[in-house]
């Protein structure tokens, strides 16, 4: 079986997580089942896509280390010569890409290409006030591809699931034949993991933990986050028993945020943002918190969610779908605009040991999917296709 | 054989559209048309048929060509300064905006002779290579939110 990925957006991204980690993690697993993986950039001088050196990309993938010019090949393949019957999985950032989907799709179709996007999750269309103008344009024209062109749509959860199959209802549109492929955790890997002992934690990582008991929350800073919601119980209630730590790449806009925890007097005391970690310091400061926060009001899936339970980490998360499908009763959940609630959960977690030693002892057993299983299950998804469902 | 359906094609873009601009609480969408969104669907990467954009008037034409051209919408600053413009003079501008040349942009079927970019356009244009180099992101993205901003404006 043949299978075009399109990593445009892996060849020129320099942050590797959230989607394009998926991406990564899916074709690594393609290639070592020996499907015939066809990696392609579009290439603006040609105006074609280029086909990326797969075994090469996969190397990459392995530790994001190396240059990507020397994976660009001097092969091409035009918008009209995609190989018919062979499937074209766009799993990664696609509406960010310059070739738009409504243009592309139909040409797939034409070639009797098999289109089966991956579907993080419709937050653009559900929450569009989350999501820069330009990005909420060309996603409409992405899902609208989607909905008119996929032969099957593939998603990370059945919270993602129902929103597709609501969206399309109030669209009037047909049912879209949807597959679920739960995202893997790396769980050996994580348990196995020293991070102390790696040598690779900063200063300023240790200091935090050495100063007292904190709350963690860990991903981009953007409004659909919620880090607002934290910001407010720390400053009215927790500062005096807690700390609150952050950390996240800041997003676009988020300049008036980061300014508030900036210039809180307990900036660097109690209260701690870093634009960024690496992996074993993530790691750290997951294993040493009091409890992972999480209070989206809106996720495609939520894999701190997930890195928390794989460490036996307390979770405290708002109360949405997806949150209750990752953590289900693992979790405590408060409503997502109500900061009191959240401090109230906090406060009785600090004051009642044995309301904290349950919530600790919820993710005693939990083993996550691993990405085995998500290529497993992306790949029946590929049969279905094949058998005409 | 693949048939298609346009009309019901353009039906599920719309709603959509309708979808997003009911939710969006920012006004970037509110003047923004069904009918202007629709001419931008299905264009190429580099080469757009002006056809598809003929019909548009006003704001709608300089909202359809900057969403054809560049994927994106016009900003306060632009609107005003696009203000009251025929539509030949809002493409002769555009053309010779670096982010044209850029992204190697080509508008075809046009009714007006010779619109193409000017020196300073094709100066820019040989920038192109930059804004895919890996390394430069990296470095552009070390910078202060404001030189950030500035940086991309450069390549929209």
């Known amino acids: ?389 | 054989m693949f048939n298609r359906n346009i009309e019901e094609e353009n039906r599920i873009y719309a709603g959509l559209f309708d979808e997003v601009k009911m939710r969006q609480t920012s006004d970037d969408l509110k003047g923004v048309s069904n009918k202007a969104f629709l001419g931008t669907v299905e264009l190429a990467p580099r080469s757009i048929s002006f056809e598809r954009l003929a019909s548009l008037e006003g704001e709608d034409f300089l909202t359809g060509v900057f969403f054809a051209l560049f994927q994106r919408l016009p900003d306060q600053k632009e609107k005003e300064a696009f203000k009251g413009m025929d539509k030949e003079s809002i493409l002769r501008s555009l053309v010779n905006k670096g982010s044209f040349s850029i992204r190697k942009m080509e508008i075809k079927d046009c009714p007006y002779e010779n619109v193409k970019p000017g020196i300073k356009g094709k100066t820019m244009g040989l920038a192109s290579s930059v804004s895919s180099s890996t390394a430069l992101r990296k470095l552009a993205k070390k910078m202060p939110a404001g030189i950030q901003g500035k940086i991309r404006k450069l390549f929209r």
């Open chain 1, 1 to 389: 079986m043949k299978i075009y990925i399109d990593v445009s957006m892996i060849m020129i991204g320099t942050k590797f997580t959230g989607i394009p980690r998926v991406t990564m993690e899916l074709a690594k697993r393609f290639y070592e089942r020996k499907f015939d993986l066809v990696l392609i950039e579009y290439d603006v001088k040609k105006d074609k896509y280029r086909i990326i050196d797969t075994e090469g990309f996969i190397e990459f993938c392995k530790d994001k280390k190396g240059s990507r010019n020397k994976l660009r090949t001097d092969r091409y393949i035009s918008f009209d010569g995609f190989e018919k019957d062979a499937v074209f999985f766009d799993v990664d950032t696609v509406w960010k890409t310059r070739v738009r989907r409504s243009f592309l799709y139909p040409k797939l179709k034409e070639k009797e290409v098999k289109i089966i996007p991956f579907i993080h999750d419709i937050i653009g269309i559900d929450f569009p006030q989350f999501c820069q103008t330009d990005d909420v344009m060309n996603f409409v024209d992405y899902i609208g591809a989607a909905l008119n062109f996929a032969d099957r749509i593939a998603v990370n959860s059945n919270a993602t699931a129902d929103t597709i199959k609501d969206l399309a209802k109030r669209l009037g549109a047909k049912e879209p034949n949807i597959d679920v492929a739960l995202l893997g955790g790396d769980f050996k890997k994580t348990c196995d993991k020293d991070s102390e002992e790696n040598g690779n934690l900063s200063e300023t990582v240790k200091k935090i933990v050495e100063s007292g008991i904190y709350i963690y929350m860990v991903g981009t800073v953007e409004p659909r986050k919620n880090h607002k919601l934290l910001l407010d119980a720390y400053e009215n209630i927790l500062h005096e028993k807690i700390n609150l730590v952050i950390v996240g790449f800041a997003g676009q806009g988020m300049e008036d945020l980061i300014g508030r925890i900036e210039n809180n007097p307990k900036y660097q005391k109690g209260l701690w943002y870093l634009n960024g970690a690496n992996d074993d310091e993530l790691d750290y400061l997951y294993k040493h918190t009091f409890a992972l926060t999480f209070p989206s009001y809106a996720e495609g899936y939520g894999l701190p969610l997930m890195e928390a339970m794989i460490r036996r980490v307390p979770i405290i998360a708002s109360d949405t779908p997806i949150n209750r499908e990752v953590a289900k009763d693992r979790a405590l959940y408060f409503e997502k605009d109500d900061w009191k609630e959240f401090s109230d959960i906090v406060l009785n977690l600090l004051n009642d040991e044995k309301a904290y030693k349950d919530l600790c002892g919820k993710t005693k057993d939990y083993v996550p999917p691993t990405w085995e299983d998500t290529a497993s299950d992306v790949i029946k998804t590929f049969e279905a296709v094949y058998r005409g469902q």
